[in-house]
């Protein structure tokens, strides 16, 4: 899949949790190959935070959640914009993610759909298509969130992967209210995706940009 032994890759989140929904179990795998992961979150959504909940609750959470996936606390990058008020700031993101390409070089950077339906999501893959023009793009899966998906690409993933995307998502208590943040959810679509390539379980993502 990828042209060296060993890659820098980057999740682009628009939200807390983005990221291990929709390509949680391929983290999971990329660190067992011995690549390294970088997580940046652009929201902690303290605006969206239940009434009953600290407000900053969701920092706290995601900290747990790529713990359990793996992923190496300096390489977990938060941004504190409010939800629902990205394209406002698009020229802010645009500059956090040419820093960050200037500081990691990614090899391979995983985005929300370009046709995502939410306006949070939808700035976050269309600055990162500026800021990584020369960088392999996969977008990753959220269904409740795509009209359409174009399945390009496949992670064929192992019971273990699914385990662990699972046991961080359980972090987030804030959003268990959410209808696609359970076990049955993540396993369903996983064995779903596994089903339409021969294999027992995959995350399924649209190709941007291949770079050979």
Known sequence: MFKSSKQKILVLAPHTD???????????????????????AFSACELSVPSHLPSDILIKEVKCATKVLGIAPENLILYDYEVRTFSYHRQHILQDMIDLKNKINPDLVMVPSLTDLHQDHATISQEALRAFKTTSILSYELPWNNISFNTTCFIPLEESHIVRKAEALAQ???????????????????????????????????????VM
């Open 18 to 40: 983005d990221g291990e929904l929709g390509c949680g179990g391929s983290i999971t795998k990329f660190l067992e190959q011995g690549h390294d992961v970088y997580y940046a």
């Open 172 to 210: 987030y208590e804030s959003q268990k209210h959410r209808p696609y943040a359970n076990d049955e959810f993540i396993r369903g679509l996983a064995r779903t995706r596994g089903v339409q390539i021969s294999e027992r379980y995959a995350e399924v993502f649209e190709v941007v940009r291949w």
